[in-house]
């Protein structure tokens, strides 16, 4: 227990000197329970993930995939006296090309009946490094399963990708979101749809992550 409150304690003291030099991430508690983060985007990276852990050395929890053009996040309504520490990492690789997909009216999601076409299968087997423009995913299908689901499968070109993503941009959107994550290797995984997204553009993304930022750190107040 106390080595382990060490480690807490250097990783903090750390943080700390970090955000006293340049930091690429700062906070703000901009609330007793809101914290307003605010960063520098990577150049050339294809967008940051944003995370947080109740301690320095926790396990980190993705909050959003933000567009390369972003710089802040709102964390809102958090648990009362609490800690919370952030990072933010950048991602790169290469996107697929894109498909447009029209789904029929009607909100109803139907139960699967047979193999769960929503489950991701992971049998890829690409040979190309993520930063190299090949190793963009090939051959991107989807295919309609009913009103809001869609299947969607591609070639794993990619050889050391942390793993893939699904990107949206539903009609009149500016930029694309991040709609689902998944492990590297996956070759197939059924969406279903938000209710924006009855048109929309996809495409699947190959991805590593970067060295992670400065940790920055706030403790929430009375609620």
């Not at 790169?92 to 299968?121: C, K, M, N």
């Not at 699947?204 to 920055?216: C, M």
């Amino acid at each position: 227990m106390i080595k382990r409150i060490s480690l807490v304690g250097l990783l903090f003291l750390a943080a700390c000197g970090q955000e006293q030099q340049d930091p690429v991430l700062t906070s703000e508690l901009t609330s007793p329970t809101d914290v307003t983060l605010h960063w520098r985007p990577e150049a050339g990276a294809a967008g940051q993930v944003v995370e947080y852990a109740n301690a320095a050395d926790g396990e980190y929890v993705v909050l959003e995939f933000a567009p390369p053009a972003k710089n802040s996040f709102k964390h809102p309504d958090l648990i009362p006296e609490t800690q919370f520490y952030y990072r933010v990492r950048p991602f790169t690789g290469p996107a697929s090309a894109t498909v447009d997909v029209t789904l029929p009216p009607g909100d109803e999601t139907p139960e699967i009946e047979g193999p769960d076409w929503t489950a991701p299968r992971k049998d890829g087997k690409g040979t190309r490094p993520v930063s190299s423009a090949e190793a963009a995913a090939g051959n991107l299908k989807a295919e309609v399963k009913h009103a809001n689901g869609i299947l969607f499968t591609w070639e794993d070109q990619a050889a050391d990708e942390d793993g893939y993503l699904i990107e949206v941009k539903p009609a009149g959107a500016a930029d694309y979101r991040v709609a689902v994550q998944l492990d590297p290797d996956t070759t197939s995984y059924g969406v279903i749809t938000l209710p924006d997204e009855k048109t929309a553009t996809y495409r699947v993304r190959a991805f590593r992550f970067g060295a992670a930022s400065n940790l920055t750190h706030q403790t929430t107040g009375k609620a």
